[in-house]
């Protein structure tokens, strides 16, 4: 092996850089999302102030023609837009590394297809990564998205950063997130091996490497929910699953402590948050609240047999 060519994908692909100003990477994955969304999104990263260089990466993981379609329409807007191949395996966590690899930034700053950015995003962020090297941005949980929806639960990082699955440290929420190109290197970029839950993982990872995040609160994602109840209960599921198998893969230790096995108050909540809200199904709202409730608790039953642990 040549002695500049190493085993770890990310360092292989070579990035140009400006003389002196470093280049910021948007990544936006796309897995068969409506082209409406998409545009929503695009339009918004097209309307950006921020006056550095900067790029746009598409991570084609399985969209339709319709939505890559939607991507070549901002081409003219947005001219550094690229579309990368990230089809050889689905899921988010290698569409967001396929992207990490092609980008030639050092600033990543990473997004989800189906929502929509303040104008002033991309500055904001890329200003707190000059003192952080990871960052999370406000989640605006009520532009797009209808009252009967956001009623299902509480907003996550609407005011700070959370500490979630009582892992002892905050974690950034992946739809909101920047993060300085080496250190997502240095600790592998998301794990490939999950469906969901890479933030957290990826967030106590960078904790365990001596990273601290930091909230920029005037930093704007407008965060779109699931709309339709039956995608609403497969995401859910889907959560609760990933979180017994970031349980599994933590209970040991890894990301500098032990994760702690879900407390019996949780469970008993969890479930008790499912029985509540059954009455309360009749309306669009307490339906909402149901799928919800009922997604994550059996995601999490799923999810500990599945992978052989105890997490409800």
């Given amino acids: ?3 500049n060519v190493t085993s770890d994908p990310f360092v292989q692909i070579p990035r140009a850089r400006e003389p002196e100003r470093p280049l910021v990477s948007v990544i936006v994955p796309c897995h068969g999302e409506a082209a409406d969304v998409l545009r929503e999104q695009l339009a918004s990263l097209a309307a950006q102030d921020f006056d550095g260089p900067w790029e746009l990466i598409v991570a084609d993981n399985g969209a339709t023609p319709g939505t890559l379609a939607a991507a070549a329409e901002f081409r003219s807007a947005v001219p550094s837009l690229r579309v990368v191949d990230a089809r050889r395996r689905p899921g988010q ?8 690899r092609a980008a030639r930034g050092d600033d990543l700053v990473l997004l989800d297809s189906d929502d929509v950015v303040a104008p002033d995003y991309v500055r904001l962020v890329r200003r707190a990564l000059r003192d952080h090297t990871f960052v999370g941005a406000r989640l605006d949980s009520d532009a797009l998205n209808p009252h009967w929806l956001r009623r299902r639960r509480r907003p996550m990082q609407a005011d700070g950063l959370e500490e979630l699955l009582d892992a002892g440290r905050p974690a950034v929420i992946g739809a909101a997130m920047a993060v300085r190109r080496e250190a997502f290197v240095a600790v592998g970029g998301f794990d490939e091996t999950m469906d969901t839950q890479i933030d957290l993982d990826l967030s106590w990872r960078l904790q365990a490497a001596g990273h601290a995040p930091a ?25 609760g699953i990933g979180e017994a198998r970031l349980y599994a893969k933590h209970r040991r230790g890894g990301i500098g402590a032990r994760l702690p096995r879900r407390r019996l108050r949780r469970t008993l909540r969890g479930w008790l948050d499912v029985v509540t809200a059954v009455p309360s199904a009749v309306t669009r709202s307490g339906r909402a ?3 919800t409730a009922a997604g994550a608790a059996t995601g999490r039953l799923v999810g500990s047999i599945r992978y052989r642990t105890f997490y409800l």
């Fill in 1 to 3: 092996m040549h002695p």
């Fill in 289 to 291: 609240r149901l799928v």
């Fill in 93 to 100: 966590a290698y569409a967001v590394n396929a992207a990490a």
């Fill in 215 to 239: 909230f920029v609160p005037d930093a704007v994602v407008r965060y779109r929910y699931r709309q339709e109840l039956a995608s609403l209960w497969r995401q859910e599921r889907a959560y």
